[in-house]
């Protein structure tokens, strides 16, 4: 592989990569408040990325609007998922709530196949597509993947200094570190279980925007994406937000990176069990802080 | 007369069900119902298999359709490509998922909740996607056809009377070994495993090892039951064994109450009958109810429908005299109640002050 062909690869993975950050970003955000693994993550990005489609290209809606409008309706759907279907599971276990939330995906994917049938669709790009091209090395970038690696920037920045400086952000990392403690000195553990939904619908549907352009919006893009965003919150241990971007951009890395070498195993129709060695290796690798944690929980 | 049929009453209607399960097949009873009812029994042992590991032991799976495409897989290729045996075919499955299960029990079984669930996805979907990819020996998305049908000396199970039997014959086998397993000292420990894994422990069961134990059988009985598909259906094709595959399987188990042998049928049956006869009828609004049909369960009856239903018949039982009254008095409660839900649902009282 050549340093052009390196770059090249390399730009990708940044690009994949920071799709991942954002999918990674609405799990760490929700676990750490809740405990609860969101299988519907996905699906926020999904409704991002096909409600801007259809508001954009079908209803001729100006940009800006339709990815407004399409951002809304995702935290609509999280607000709603927490309050009907989680909010209603008093006392369910893991295993309840995990069955609950791929019960909702399930549902959510199902309306959307109806809405919008299965074709895949390619919102309008935000700013054209004529690629850029690289300093020092003979590498492209398009418009649309600096779009996407902008918004995880942004996203993560905005993340950390709400969590840092607001006071609901400092309650929601309390919640994180000790639901109880955090319930003695008066804050209120369910808003800020809605909260996360909220804020992890919102996530998702500011990232499902963004890249829908770019990887092409369809009913069930949510599935892969989903599993994804995991392995990227895995590496981040699912506390800390910055790790979780760290986890996410590298993955996107080494995925891509991979499948360029060419080599053995590592072709492109297995990218995706790449991915997932990843995460078994993360998971085997952190399996005793892992345990001892879920056994304080 | 009378007090003889009320002692014995559990087991005249054993007898009166298994009677019913024989008749099924033949033409002038249920006979159109034959080809259902064999997926319903190949579900079934599956569905058992995850009942023992989720509900008695605990531990979560959300691969297990790979075990099943396993088996299905391993007695396609051997029985089709190689010429063995259909029934060697089908040991040499059972044997080597259960060997597979083994090695990877020991390192994913440090995990545990949501992290366990995980990483049986991500084996699952590994498996899933190698069925898809290794075209030169599954013969890839397109699947194989062709596989033939199993067979004892001349009589092969070449019609769906005859299958239902051996699918059946297979079923119950399993059903009865498992509840002998729960019953036994094996089945105790996992209950223990499931109430507390550091009083297991302190107790001097090796709590790793009869999760792996359990996990590889329940491995074993996914792989006889894939076997037994591919048999049946003489064709098979990755499609079955996705992560949707693993979730219909979770259905199964958790509508049949976790906890429950026999509810392993009940949920199995109702299960493969809502998706492949009732829902039909809602055209690709069929999903979209399964969501929401699971969804409902898992909120309001976590221990599983039939268990729900179990302590519903129960409570009848002893309260059938009162029931008027009850009932009156429910009536006059009934707003509360309702308000009570809301509450849990919406956030009326939550935002105001904080939970105690």
């Not at chain 1, 990569?17 to 609405?26: K, N, P, Q, R, T």
């Not at chain 1, 998702?204 to 352009?213: E, L």
């Not at chain 2, 239902?164 to 509840?179: A, E, K, N, P």
């Not at chain 2, 009536?331 to 939970?355: M, N």
Request: proline share 3%.
């Amino acid at each position: 592989m050549s340093i052009d062909q390196f770059a090249q690869y390399l730009i990708s993975g940044l690009t994949d990569g920071s799709i991942y950050a954002l999918l990674g970003l609405g799990f760490t955000i929700i676990y750490a408040v809740t405990r609860i693994i969101n299988f519907a993550q996905g699906e926020f990005v999904m409704i991002g990325g096909m409600l801007s489609y259809t508001l954009a290209a079908s209803a001729g809606l100006s940009i800006p609007l339709s990815i407004l409008l399409s951002i809304l309706s995702a935290a609509a759907v999280g607000a709603i998922m927490y309050l009907l279907a989680i909010r209603t599971a008093r006392r369910a276990s893991v295993v309840s709530l995990i069955i609950i939330t791929i019960g909702f995906s399930i549902f959510v994917r199902g309306v959307a196949a109806e809405i919008w049938g299965v074709n895949t669709m390619r919102p309008p790009l935000f700013s054209g597509k004529t690629p850029l091209s690289l300093p020092f090395v003979d590498a492209v970038i398009t418009p649309q993947a600096i779009w996407i690696i902008g918004t995880a920037v942004v996203v993560t920045i905005l993340l950390h200094l709400f969590l840092k400086y607001t006071m609901v952000g400092k309650a929601l990392k309390a919640c994180a570190v000790n639901p109880e403690a955090a319930g003695l000195v008066g804050i209120n553990s369910k808003a800020m279980a809605l909260i996360a939904f909220v804020l992890a619908a919102v996530i998702g549907g500011t990232s499902g925007v963004v890249m829908a352009p770019h990887i092409l919006a369809s009913y069930d893009m949510g599935v892969m994406l989903g599993l994804k965003g995991f392995v990227a919150a895995s590496i981040g241990g699912f506390k800390n937000p910055i790790a979780t971007v760290v986890g996410g951009l590298l993955l996107g890395v080494v995925e891509n990176v991979a499948v360029g070498l060419n080599w053995g195993p590592f072709t492109s129709s297995y990218k995706h069990v790449i991915a997932l060695a990843v995460l078994l290796l993360i998971l085997l690798i952190r399996s005793g802080r892992l345990a001892s944690e879920e056994r304080a929980a | 007369m009378l007090k003889f049929i009320v002692s014995k009453w559990k087991y005249l209607v054993a007898a009166a069900l298994l009677i019913f399960l024989i008749l099924i097949p033949f033409d002038w009873f249920l006979g159109q119902y034959t080809s259902i009812m064999i997926f319903i029994g190949i579900s079934t042992i599956v569905t058992v298999g995850l009942c023992l590991l989720m509900g008695y032991t605990g531990q979560v799976s959300l691969g297990q359709a790979a075990f099943y495409g396993l088996g299905a897989y391993f007695s396609a290729v051997l029985s089709k490509s190689y010429d063995v045996n259909p029934w060697l075919a089908m040991l040499i499955a059972a044997v080597a998922t259960g060997l597979f299960a083994f090695i990877i029990g020991y390192p994913i079984f440090r995990l545990r909740g949501n992290y366990l669930a995980m990483a049986t996805l991500g084996i699952g979907l590994i498996i899933y996607i190698l069925f898809r990819q290794l075209i030169g020996i599954t013969g890839g998305p397109d699947g194989m056809a062709g596989i033939p049908y199993l067979s004892i000396g001349g009589f092969e199970f070449d019609t769906n009377f005859k299958r239902y039997f051996l699918v059946w014959f297979f079923c119950l086998s399993v059903l009865f070994l498992s509840q002998n397993i729960v019953r036994s000292r094996t089945g105790r420990a996992l209950r223990a495993i499931h109430g507390s894994e550091v009083a297991a422990e302190s107790i001097g069961i090796n709590v790793t090892r009869f999760k792996v134990k359990i996990f590889v059988l329940s491995a074993v009985y996914a792989s006889l039951a894939g076997s037994l598909f591919v048999h049946h259906l003489r064709f098979v094709s990755p499609q079955t064994f996705d992560f949707l595959g693993s979730v219909k399987l979770v259905v199964m188990a958790v509508i049949g109450g976790l906890a429950s042998i026999w509810g392993a049928i009940f949920g199995a049956g109702a299960t493969t009958i809502l998706s492949d006869e009732l829902l039909l009828n809602l055209g690709e609004w069929d999903i979209v109810a399964y969501g929401i049909i699971l969804m409902l369960v898992m909120i309001f009856t976590p221990e599983g429908l039939f268990v729900a239903l179990k302590s519903a018949t129960h409570w009848l039982q002893h309260n059938w005299r009162d029931l008027p009254s009850i009932v009156k008095r429910k009536r006059k409660e009934l707003p509360a109640i309702v308000k009570s839900i809301l509450k849990r649902s919406l956030l009326t009282r939550g935002w105001r002050k904080a939970e105690p």
